[in-house]
């Protein structure tokens, strides 16, 4: 059984930062699965804010290029979101997950979520 658990949301202020956390479990061979950062707001559909793929290549969403990065650790089945000059407009509940491109609906596992709340 796989399991992903996300950590580091919370409540921040306008312009402040945060670091998400999101460390694999399980049956699962981490460093060939493409990982993605999502993020759901109340009364939204859930939508990608980042991913990387298990070479390395990274996308963001328009509105968090310039202040999100994503990095993933393979040797520690994990991957972060660095996330900077946060904005209201970024509350939401963040999901990380694991998918393999080849057979997404196969290999595909997400996080419970982490709430992260910006104050303005």
């Known amino acids: 059984q796989v399991q992903l658990v996300e950590s580091g949301g919370g409540l921040v202020q306008f312009g402040g930062s945060l670091r998400l956390s999101c460390v694999a479990s399980?049956?699962?061979?981490?460093?060939?699965?493409?990982m993605g950062w999502y993020r759901q707001a109340p009364g939204k559909q859930r939508e990608l804010v980042a991913s990387?793929?298990?070479?390395?290549?990274?996308w963001y969403a328009d509105s968090v290029k310039g202040r999100f990065t994503i990095s993933r650790d393979n040797a520690k089945y994990a991957v972060s979101l660095q996330m900077n000059s946060l904005k209201p407009e970024d509350t939401a509940v963040y999901y990380c997950?694991?998918?393999?491109?080849?057979?997404?609906?196969?290999?595909?596992?997400w996080g419970q979520g982490t709430q992260v709340t910006v104050s303005s």
């Open positions: 399980g049956s699962i061979n981490i460093a060939i699965y493409s």
């Open positions: 997950r694991a998918f393999r491109p080849i057979s997404p609906t196969l290999y595909n596992y």
């Open positions: 990387i793929t298990s070479g390395g290549n990274t």
